[in-house]
């Protein structure tokens, strides 16, 4: 991963994935307009988190297992539809922001990581980049270099969104807007993931 006609792609990569609409950055904005961006950071840091260690365990081996046992990997791509399934239903749901009320707990650390396993662009960024930019020459190494670069590249592509998110705040409270701006983040989600679910579903 040190030689630049390497490394420049994959970095080029790596902030465009992550920065584009998808799951992740449907829930943080969806998060940065409930609760603000302070309260968003730790989904912000756990998405990070998810990201490196899902390309990790991925380039180490998991992607090799799941080719050998694809029907596996489309059990966990369908749970990981029905999880966003209920996501999108409880953003359609959530009504206007209370700028008066304490807003309800946001998801954390522990929930932006574990949510990467069954988010199906989380999956087709991890193969893609295994697939496509890690030498095989001190393999284990440049996984985790590359893990690492993509979890920093993960922090602003993905943190721009929950300021977008809470730069809406005072506008959402607002019922018809707010009810407008829940159903359609709730359709972005689902939106999101149909390319990478239709590559998985196809491959």
Do not use: C
Not at 58 to 77: D, K, M, R, Y
Not at 93 to 110: F, M, N, Q, V
């Amino acid at each position: 991963m040190t030689d630049l006609s390497v490394l420049l792609p994959f970095l080029l990569f790596g902030l465009i994935m992550t920065a584009t609409p998808g799951p992740n950055n449907a829930l943080v904005l969806a998060s940065g307009a409930q609760v603000g961006v302070r309260r968003t950071l730790p989904l912000i840091l756990g998405i990070a988190l998810g990201v490196g260690l899902q390309l990790v365990v991925i380039g180490l081996g998991l992607g090799a297992f799941f080719l050998a046992l694809p029907e596996l990997h489309l059990l966990v791509s369908a749970l990981g539809l029905g999880y966003l399934l209920l996501l999108a239903w409880r953003i359609a749901r959530s009504g206007p922001i209370r700028l008066d009320a304490e807003p309800a707990a946001p998801l954390g650390l522990l929930a932006g990581a574990a949510f990467q396993w069954i988010n199906p662009k989380a999956w087709t960024v991890s193969i893609s980049a295994a697939a496509a930019y890690i030498p095989v020459e001190h393999h284990a190494a440049n996984v985790i270099l590359a893990a690492l670069l993509l979890a920093m590249l993960s922090l602003p592509g993905v943190g721009v969104w929950a300021l977008v998110g809470s730069a809406l705040r005072g506008w959402l409270a607002d019922a018809r807007r707010a009810r407008r701006f829940n159903l359609g983040m709730a359709a972005a989600l689902l939106v999101s993931t149909l390319p990478p679910l239709y590559q998985l579903f196809a491959a």
